[in-house]
């Protein structure tokens, strides 16, 4: 299944390593919750794409099945009640494989697929706010038969592509699309043959890079586009593995993570430190063998992991690189059985989105029990801005004022700020906290109000 990645690229530097997976905590009980219903595409989840839009909308793709053996795409998001059909559904022509879906910067999803009707073509097509439409024509992307393929925005908001050509022994290759046309990026099959598992990524300041597996026994080789060419970064990792991911962090330097062969395919991460790949860690991160690994960073900074660990069936897991340890988030197993995740995205307010395929299409986010209870308070308690970099504004909206008592924790329930108050309007001073999510808590002498807010 191919996952599309929404990455966001921040620098981290840590010093020390563990290996084992440990529990996390879940302060204020924070657990994966459902997006709308489970399973929301009923018995289908053929070929399921997942990201967020800029604005943080979840958007979905899947194939609807409008023969005995042939799909078209779907396209639902989010409305924050339910998932919603985006235009016509399906879409399309003849049977179509290999979908990635994407979000412009502007709000428009994007889905580039291949599609036979009768003959098999690479295609894209876009919502434009009515209806789905082909960038430019039908098979204009590719006019021949392509596999792995995988769509990203570049910083500059221009939609690229991905993909090994079918017709070029499956070399890979890579296009972008100008306003007016789709255009190579660089030479055509400029990979070895029989390329499997292509991924594309960029660094914060649009440098393009590309991931994939070839050879037997297989190797992973990763790409740079240097303006003219797609040169290769680092020596090929040897890994006789089959899934693979790929993320970039701000320094300019591209991870892996991928299912390990020589730690009986559990998941190992890997990261370019400017000379050569080394493993972030010890290889064999996981308990289990692992499939569908999925790597990204929070806004943080912070690297995460999603992935399918199974024994005699599969199950999704979260990870995260946390001080100087992985550790779950939340609980260690958070999908049903016989589930695999396709893609592991955030919000810019640092909310962590994984969906996956179990009987149908489910995405889940991990966030706290009680935020609906909070914002039913009815703008008791006002925070801003938020997100906010140096100060903050609370405006509690109440008429009891004694014995008022503040609390600022971080996720980990470590305390940051506790000190008495008086008045209903405070501003403080946040500039030394670290990036990343807090929750306010105000203790009055009859009630409790509470609050959360981001740090950029």
């Not at 529990?23 to 009980?29: A, F």
């Not at 990026?185 to 991924?199: K, L, T, W, Y």
């Not at 303006?227 to 006789?240: D, H, M, Y």
Request: overall charge negative; charged content about 15%; some cysteine.
């Amino acid at each position: 299944m191919k996952m599309t990645l929404n990455l966001f690229f921040v620098i981290i530097s840590i010093q020390a390593f563990s290996q084992a997976v440990i529990p996390g905590d879940s302060p204020l009980e924070f657990k994966w919750k459902y997006v709308g219903s489970p399973d929301f595409t009923g018995s289908d989840c053929y070929w399921f794409s997942f990201t967020l839009g800029p604005d943080g909308t979840p958007y979905a793709s899947y194939g609807i099945q409008t023969g005995y053996t042939t799909y078209l795409p779907a396209v639902k998001k989010f409305d924050g009640t339910q998932w919603v059909f985006v235009g016509s559904h399906p879409f399309g022509n003849g049977y179509y494989d290999y979908p990635s879906l994407a979000v412009s910067p502007s709000g428009e999803p994007y889905l580039a697929f291949e599609e036979c009707s009768p003959y098999c073509h690479a295609s894209c097509m876009k919502y434009n706010g009515s209806d789905w439409v082909y960038v430019n024509s039908q098979g204009d992307l590719l006019g021949g038969e392509a596999e792995y393929i995988n769509m990203n925005f570049s910083p500059a908001g221009e939609p690229w592509v991905v993909f090994s050509e079918m017709q070029d022994s499956e070399k890979v290759s890579v296009k972008k699309y100008d306003g007016t046309q789709w255009n190579y990026v660089g030479p055509s099959g400029f990979s070895e043959p029989f390329a499997i598992q292509d991924c594309l990524a960029f660094s914060a300041s649009g440098e393009a890079y590309v991931a994939y597996r070839y050879g037997n026994p297989p190797y992973i080789r990763i790409r740079k586009f240097d303006g003219t060419n797609w040169v290769t970064v680092g020596t090929p990792i040897l890994q006789e593995g089959f899934f693979l991911s790929l993320a970039v962090d701000t320094s300019g330097n591209p991870w892996v993570a991928f299912d390990d062969y020589s730690v009986n395919f559990r998941l190992s991460v890997m990261r370019f430190d400017g000379s050569q790949w080394i493993y972030f860690g010890q290889p064999g991160i996981s308990s289990t063998r692992i499939s569908n690994a999925i790597i990204a960073f929070n806004p943080s900074g912070e690297p995460w992991v999603t992935y399918s660990g199974y024994t005699n069936n599969t199950w999704v897991s979260v990870i995260r690189f946390y001080g100087n340890q992985w550790v779950y988030v939340g609980d260690s197993i958070i999908s049903p059985n016989s589930s695999d995740p396709v893609n592991l995205v955030f919000r810019s307010n640092g909310e962590p989105f994984v969906g996956f395929c179990h009987t149908g299409c489910n995405v889940v986010k991990y966030d706290s029990l009680y935020t609906g209870i909070w914002l039913n308070q009815l703008g008791k308690m006002l925070l801003y801005p938020n997100p906010a970099t140096s100060f903050i504004t609370i405006n509690l909206s109440i008429q009891e004022t004694l014995e008022q008592t503040l609390k600022i924790t971080d996720l980990r329930g470590i305390r940051m700020l506790e000190k008495p108050l008086s008045g209903n309007i405070m501003n403080l001073d946040i500039s030394d906290f670290p990036s990343g999510i807090y929750f306010v808590e105000i203790t009055c002498r009859e009630s409790s109000f509470y609050g959360k807010f981001c740090k950029k």
